[in-house]
T-cell receptor
Framework: DTGVSQDPRHKITKRGQNVTFRCDPI?????LYWYRQTLGQGPEFLTY????????KSRLLSDRFSAERPKGSFSTLEIQRTEQGDSAMYLC????????????FGEGSRLTVL | QKEVEQNSGPLSVPEGAIASLNCTYS??????FFWYRQYSGKSPELIMS????GDKEDGRFTAQLNKASQYVSLLIRDSQPSDSATYLC??????????????FGKGTHLIIQP
Protein backbone atom coordinates (compact mmCIF):
# COMPACT_ATOMS: atom_id res chain seq x y z
CA ASP A 1 0.00 0.00 0.00
CA THR A 2 1.58 3.29 -1.07
CA GLY A 3 -0.96 5.66 0.50
CA VAL A 4 -0.69 7.80 3.61
CA SER A 5 -0.67 5.70 6.75
CA GLN A 6 -1.40 6.80 10.31
CA ASP A 7 -0.87 5.10 13.62
CA PRO A 8 -2.61 4.46 15.93
CA ARG A 9 -6.06 4.52 14.35
CA HIS A 10 -7.74 4.93 17.71
CA LYS A 11 -6.44 6.21 21.02
CA ILE A 12 -8.34 6.50 24.28
CA THR A 13 -6.57 8.35 27.03
CA LYS A 14 -7.26 10.04 30.32
CA ARG A 15 -7.16 13.78 30.70
CA GLY A 16 -3.67 15.00 31.45
CA GLN A 17 -1.85 12.21 29.64
CA ASN A 18 0.41 12.72 26.64
CA VAL A 19 -0.33 11.12 23.28
CA THR A 20 1.68 10.83 20.07
CA PHE A 21 0.45 10.12 16.56
CA ARG A 22 2.58 9.03 13.64
CA CYS A 23 2.08 9.69 9.94
CA ASP A 24 3.90 8.12 6.99
CA PRO A 25 3.20 10.13 3.83
CA ILE A 26 3.31 9.01 0.22
CA UNK A 27 7.02 8.58 -0.40
CA UNK A 28 7.48 11.07 -3.23
CA UNK A 29 5.40 13.80 -1.56
CA UNK A 30 7.46 16.55 0.02
CA UNK A 31 4.59 18.33 1.79
CA LEU A 32 2.95 16.86 4.89
CA TYR A 33 -0.01 18.35 6.71
CA TRP A 34 -1.84 17.80 9.97
CA TYR A 35 -5.52 18.62 10.25
CA ARG A 36 -8.07 18.13 13.00
CA GLN A 37 -11.71 17.29 12.38
CA THR A 38 -14.62 17.16 14.79
CA LEU A 39 -18.11 15.83 14.12
CA GLY A 40 -20.05 17.93 11.64
CA GLN A 41 -17.09 20.15 10.80
CA GLY A 42 -14.64 20.27 7.94
CA PRO A 43 -10.94 19.61 8.54
CA GLU A 44 -9.13 22.44 10.33
CA PHE A 45 -5.51 23.10 9.47
CA LEU A 46 -2.99 22.61 12.28
CA THR A 47 0.47 22.66 10.73
CA TYR A 48 2.48 21.62 7.71
CA UNK A 49 5.98 20.63 6.65
CA UNK A 50 7.86 21.00 3.44
CA UNK A 51 10.48 18.28 3.62
CA UNK A 52 11.78 18.53 7.22
CA UNK A 53 10.95 22.21 7.71
CA UNK A 54 7.81 23.15 9.62
CA UNK A 55 6.68 26.15 7.61
CA UNK A 56 3.45 27.15 9.25
CA LYS A 57 1.38 26.57 12.37
CA SER A 58 -2.24 27.49 12.88
CA ARG A 59 -3.34 29.84 15.62
CA LEU A 60 -5.44 26.85 16.77
CA LEU A 61 -2.27 24.99 17.73
CA SER A 62 -1.66 25.59 21.43
CA ASP A 63 1.71 25.15 23.12
CA ARG A 64 0.62 21.67 24.16
CA PHE A 65 0.84 20.53 20.54
CA SER A 66 4.14 19.83 18.84
CA ALA A 67 4.91 18.26 15.51
CA GLU A 68 8.13 17.01 13.98
CA ARG A 69 9.31 15.60 10.71
CA PRO A 70 12.95 14.89 11.53
CA LYS A 71 14.22 13.44 8.27
CA GLY A 72 11.63 14.74 5.89
CA SER A 73 9.86 11.41 5.83
CA PHE A 74 7.43 10.40 8.61
CA SER A 75 5.99 12.92 11.03
CA THR A 76 4.78 12.82 14.62
CA LEU A 77 2.17 14.95 16.33
CA GLU A 78 2.36 15.03 20.13
CA ILE A 79 -0.30 16.42 22.43
CA GLN A 80 0.80 17.02 25.99
CA ARG A 81 -1.52 17.22 28.99
CA THR A 82 -4.55 16.24 26.95
CA GLU A 83 -7.89 17.92 27.58
CA GLN A 84 -11.38 16.70 26.73
CA GLY A 85 -11.57 19.36 24.04
CA ASP A 86 -8.72 17.63 22.22
CA SER A 87 -11.03 14.73 21.36
CA ALA A 88 -11.18 14.69 17.57
CA MET A 89 -9.98 12.93 14.46
CA TYR A 90 -6.41 13.90 13.62
CA LEU A 91 -5.83 13.68 9.91
CA CYS A 92 -2.51 13.59 8.13
CA UNK A 93 -2.25 14.42 4.44
CA UNK A 94 0.53 14.75 1.92
CA UNK A 95 0.98 16.39 -1.46
CA UNK A 96 3.48 17.44 -4.05
CA UNK A 97 4.52 21.10 -3.90
CA UNK A 98 3.23 21.76 -7.41
CA UNK A 99 -0.21 20.38 -6.56
CA UNK A 100 -0.83 22.32 -3.36
CA UNK A 101 -4.49 21.88 -2.55
CA UNK A 102 -4.60 18.35 -3.94
CA UNK A 103 -4.16 16.48 -0.70
CA UNK A 104 -4.05 12.75 -0.07
CA PHE A 105 -5.36 11.97 3.39
CA GLY A 106 -4.58 9.08 5.67
CA GLU A 107 -7.34 7.22 7.49
CA GLY A 108 -6.89 9.39 10.55
CA SER A 109 -6.18 8.84 14.22
CA ARG A 110 -9.23 9.18 16.43
CA LEU A 111 -8.49 10.55 19.89
CA THR A 112 -10.89 10.21 22.80
CA VAL A 113 -9.94 11.99 26.01
CA LEU A 114 -11.86 10.80 29.06
CA GLN B 1 -18.37 34.95 8.29
CA LYS B 2 -16.63 31.69 7.53
CA GLU B 3 -14.35 31.71 4.53
CA VAL B 4 -16.08 28.75 2.86
CA GLU B 5 -19.80 28.24 3.33
CA GLN B 6 -21.84 25.18 2.51
CA ASN B 7 -25.34 24.11 3.39
CA SER B 8 -24.84 21.20 5.79
CA GLY B 9 -27.96 19.39 4.54
CA PRO B 10 -28.93 16.65 4.47
CA LEU B 11 -29.63 16.94 0.77
CA SER B 12 -31.82 14.06 -0.37
CA VAL B 13 -31.85 13.14 -4.08
CA PRO B 14 -33.54 10.19 -5.79
CA GLU B 15 -31.34 7.63 -7.49
CA GLY B 16 -30.64 8.53 -11.11
CA ALA B 17 -31.28 12.26 -10.62
CA ILE B 18 -28.78 15.11 -10.65
CA ALA B 19 -27.37 16.14 -7.27
CA SER B 20 -26.36 19.78 -7.06
CA LEU B 21 -24.00 20.88 -4.29
CA ASN B 22 -23.16 24.52 -3.72
CA CYS B 23 -20.41 26.46 -2.02
CA THR B 24 -19.59 30.13 -1.59
CA TYR B 25 -16.32 31.69 -0.48
CA SER B 26 -15.60 35.06 1.01
CA UNK B 27 -11.97 35.75 0.08
CA UNK B 28 -11.65 37.05 -3.46
CA UNK B 29 -7.97 36.15 -3.62
CA UNK B 30 -8.83 32.45 -3.46
CA UNK B 31 -7.37 30.93 -6.58
CA UNK B 32 -8.30 27.30 -6.83
CA PHE B 33 -11.08 25.13 -5.54
CA PHE B 34 -11.51 21.52 -4.66
CA TRP B 35 -14.26 19.04 -3.87
CA TYR B 36 -13.52 16.24 -1.45
CA ARG B 37 -15.84 13.33 -0.71
CA GLN B 38 -15.93 11.88 2.79
CA TYR B 39 -17.77 8.70 3.63
CA SER B 40 -18.93 8.27 7.22
CA GLY B 41 -16.00 7.29 9.42
CA LYS B 42 -13.50 7.68 6.59
CA SER B 43 -11.05 10.38 5.57
CA PRO B 44 -11.63 12.94 2.78
CA GLU B 45 -10.84 11.93 -0.80
CA LEU B 46 -10.21 14.43 -3.58
CA ILE B 47 -12.69 14.07 -6.42
CA MET B 48 -12.49 17.34 -8.37
CA SER B 49 -10.31 20.41 -8.69
CA UNK B 50 -11.09 23.58 -10.64
CA UNK B 51 -8.80 26.50 -11.26
CA UNK B 52 -10.55 28.78 -13.76
CA UNK B 53 -14.03 30.08 -14.43
CA GLY B 54 -16.43 27.76 -16.19
CA ASP B 55 -17.15 24.08 -16.07
CA LYS B 56 -14.90 21.07 -15.65
CA GLU B 57 -16.27 17.61 -16.29
CA ASP B 58 -14.93 14.27 -15.11
CA GLY B 59 -17.19 11.30 -15.66
CA ARG B 60 -20.46 11.85 -13.79
CA PHE B 61 -19.02 14.87 -11.97
CA THR B 62 -19.02 18.49 -13.15
CA ALA B 63 -17.45 21.29 -11.15
CA GLN B 64 -18.48 24.87 -11.88
CA LEU B 65 -16.66 28.03 -10.83
CA ASN B 66 -17.83 31.63 -10.98
CA LYS B 67 -15.20 33.88 -9.46
CA ALA B 68 -17.25 37.04 -9.96
CA SER B 69 -20.02 35.58 -7.79
CA GLN B 70 -17.54 33.71 -5.54
CA TYR B 71 -19.49 30.56 -6.14
CA VAL B 72 -18.47 26.94 -6.70
CA SER B 73 -20.74 24.01 -7.40
CA LEU B 74 -20.54 20.29 -7.96
CA LEU B 75 -23.06 18.41 -10.07
CA ILE B 76 -23.35 14.65 -9.85
CA ARG B 77 -25.28 13.12 -12.74
CA ASP B 78 -27.06 9.76 -12.57
CA SER B 79 -26.72 9.73 -8.79
CA GLN B 80 -26.03 6.35 -7.23
CA PRO B 81 -26.53 5.18 -3.63
CA SER B 82 -22.72 4.91 -3.42
CA ASP B 83 -22.57 8.70 -3.88
CA SER B 84 -24.14 9.12 -0.43
CA ALA B 85 -21.45 10.91 1.56
CA THR B 86 -20.42 14.30 2.87
CA TYR B 87 -18.97 16.59 0.20
CA LEU B 88 -16.40 19.13 1.36
CA CYS B 89 -15.68 22.26 -0.62
CA UNK B 90 -12.20 23.74 -0.17
CA UNK B 91 -10.68 27.01 -1.37
CA UNK B 92 -6.97 27.63 -1.78
CA UNK B 93 -5.07 30.90 -1.76
CA UNK B 94 -1.37 31.60 -1.65
CA UNK B 95 -0.82 33.03 1.81
CA UNK B 96 2.94 32.76 1.96
CA UNK B 97 2.71 29.63 4.04
CA UNK B 98 0.87 27.38 1.65
CA UNK B 99 -1.12 24.89 3.62
CA UNK B 100 -3.30 27.17 5.67
CA UNK B 101 -4.37 28.61 2.35
CA UNK B 102 -6.58 25.53 1.93
CA UNK B 103 -9.77 26.20 3.85
CA PHE B 104 -12.55 23.65 4.06
CA GLY B 105 -16.26 24.20 4.44
CA LYS B 106 -18.31 22.16 6.88
CA GLY B 107 -19.51 19.88 4.14
CA THR B 108 -22.90 18.94 2.69
CA HIS B 109 -24.36 15.60 3.63
CA LEU B 110 -25.80 14.01 0.49
CA ILE B 111 -28.23 11.11 0.62
CA ILE B 112 -29.16 9.25 -2.57
CA GLN B 113 -32.48 7.51 -2.12
CA PRO B 114 -32.82 4.15 -3.96
Amino acid sequence: DTGVSQDPRHKITKRGQNVTFRCDPISEHNRLYWYRQTLGQGPEFLTYFQNEAQLEKSRLLSDRFSAERPKGSFSTLEIQRTEQGDSAMYLCASSLIKNTGELFFGEGSRLTVL
Amino acid sequence: QKEVEQNSGPLSVPEGAIASLNCTYSDRVSQSFFWYRQYSGKSPELIMSIYSNGDKEDGRFTAQLNKASQYVSLLIRDSQPSDSATYLCAAFKFSGGGADGLTFGKGTHLIIQP
